[in-house]
């Protein structure tokens, strides 16, 4: 059995997803269409990866470092977390991506000092404007520390960014209780000429709520009312981080990052309609896999071809030791797409501009899969590879194609169906024979029609597997696979006969981020 020290992660750095080039990479920021680029903010500190690092020694002080997290050892909590800013990423193609400079930065001693927390960027009057949540290291009544609303503005097509004299623009807390535990992460739109502001709420064992704020200029804002409330934090929780509000077809939807009393965070969204600045919610879902980590903090924008496109965080809870070698630590999702169905559920998958094309590097058409006997398409191989097979289950009561199998399978990572509990499954538990590595599995819904071929869309990236199927579930992970032959992909059926109808697949070219 291997140990952890022989697990060599630079060989995992992914080859054509985004990541920083140092430091931690959080939530998605801010991502917008202008200009004709796309452009991706992200919460981000760039230094802290050493133990007993002195310059992080202050973050231990505050009520959401350490103090509040007695189990991290005091002086690394910079390795991860604090000191936040905004990184910048940007695109012409959503393919090859290139870092800008740090868009915002905490200013010592100042409304921000304690981070530049999530928020969104906006256009007004043709003028770029972040709306961020902006705290001081003084906790305030009712909240762990003082938060409150920020703008920042751009006049060279966002490469800098100046903070707005007026700062904060929102301040005053609606409740002064002691429940209210959340009161962030903004999300800002227009109607007509009215500025909208949904900000993520809380109230600890009570309740998860978004709350309404409306202004004339993005610098007065006036408290309205809950744009949703919830009560059941069993399954929606209590703390509602990252709301993204809009509009699909004829309908909303409303996405949160939810965390819930039992420790687990993911991502909810809401359909239905919004009337006279009320939201009713129709129909509810999940997107992306459970148990956390799951995507987190996901934002959209609209682009110039009217897709709602989104950019997720990727859990990456095995990696923490890791980043003391990397330098790094943090991943965000390839671009999706979302769309609504007839049954007004999300549907999602990748953006046709990280898709292959042209002719695939192997297929495979009618080969029929006997229960049990793992079929090893010849050849097929890597660690950087895009799948796309359809698969009539018939009579099997799994299916599942595995990535990064060593040839006697001691290690292997798993998208799995199951068509008696009609779920779609990233079992990553045999993914490293270093187990600090592995993980659980982790899925989604996934209900086929009669006569439904099961439709995988596959993307490996090195240490990243994103799973899309039949564009109504994702399920993702990272893995670290130890053995340098672990590189086979195998496809089998379990419980009963299934044929392969199709299966493309392609080798990825890396594709470097430039700045």
């Not at 709602?308 to 390839?334: F, H, K, M, N, P």
């Not at 890597?382 to 990064?404: F, N, P």
Request: net charge negative.
């Amino acid at each position: 059995m291997a140990n952890e020290k022989e697990v060599d992660c630079t060989h995992h750095r992914p080859a054509y997803h985004v990541v920083p080039q140092r430091g931690w990479m959080g939530d998605p920021n801010g991502i917008v269409f202008y200009q004709d680029r796309y452009h991706v903010f992200y919460q981000h500190n760039p230094d802290g990866f050493d133990f007993g690092n002195p310059n992080w020694a202050k973050v231990d002080k505050v009520p959401w470092g350490p103090a509040a997290n007695p189990d991290i050892p005091k002086g690394i909590w910079g390795r991860y977390w604090g000191n936040q800013h905004w990184g910048h990423a940007v695109s012409d193609d959503l393919v090859h991506w290139e870092h800008w400079p740090t868009a915002l930065s905490p200013t010592p001693g100042g409304y921000d000092d304690g981070g530049c927390f999530s928020g969104c960027t906006v256009i007004n009057n043709g003028v770029p404007t972040i709306v961020y949540t902006s705290t001081t290291r003084i906790p305030a009544a009712g909240i762990r520390t003082r938060r409150a609303q920020s703008i920042a503005t751009s006049n060279d097509g966002m490469r800098t960014w100046d903070k707005h004299p007026a700062n904060p623009v929102l301040a005053d807390v609606p409740d002064h209780s002691g429940l209210m535990t959340a009161w962030h992460d903004p999300h800002v739109w227009q109607e007509g000429d009215t500025w909208y502001m949904a900000l993520g709420c809380g109230f600890q064992n009570i309740a998860g709520a978004v709350l309404l704020y409306q202004s004339p200029d993005l610098l007065h804002w006036e408290y309205m009312s809950p744009l949703l409330v919830s009560t059941d934090i069993a399954n929606r929780g209590d703390r509602w981080l990252v709301p993204d509000f809009f509009p699909i077809d004829d309908k909303y939807v409303l996405l949160l990052c939810v965390s819930t009393p039992a420790g687990e965070c993911f991502t909810t969204y809401a359909v239905g309609d919004y009337v006279d600045h009320c939201f009713v919610p129709e129909v509810e879902g999940v997107l992306g896999p459970r148990p956390a980590p799951s995507a987190m903090a996901t934002r959209s924008l609209l682009d110039d071809r009217g897709r709602r496109i989104v950019r997720s965080q990727l859990g990456e809870d095995r990696w923490r030791e890791a980043a003391r070698t990397l330098g790094y630590t943090g991943i965000l999702s390839l671009p999706w797409q979302l769309n609504l169905s007839a049954d007004l559920t999300l549907e999602v998958e990748a953006v046709e501009e990280v898709c292959s094309t042209g002719k695939p590097h192997w297929h495979l058409a009618d080969v029929p899969l006997a229960a049990h006997e793992p079929l090893h398409p010849e050849g097929l191989a890597g660690d950087c590879l895009e799948i796309v097979a359809d698969i009539d289950v018939g009579h099997a009561e799994q299916v599942a194609v595995k990535l990064r199998c060593s040839p006697d399978g001691e290690e292997q990572t798993a998208i799995v169906f199951d068509a008696k509990q009609r779920r779609i499954c990233l079992d990553s538990s045999q993914s490293s024979t270093n187990p600090n590595y592995c993980g659980v599995s982790r899925g989604a819904p996934l209900k086929l029609a009669r006569d439904e071929p099961l439709h995988l869309h596959l993307f490996l990236d090195r240490s990243v597997v994103e799973a899309f199927a039949n564009r109504r579930a994702c399920v993702f992970d990272r893995i670290a696979p130890v053995r340098e032959d672990s590189l086979n992909v195998t496809v089998v059926a379990k419980g009963g006969e299934a044929e392969l109808l199709s299966l493309d697949a392609w080798r990825k070219a890396p594709v470097p981020i430039t700045g």
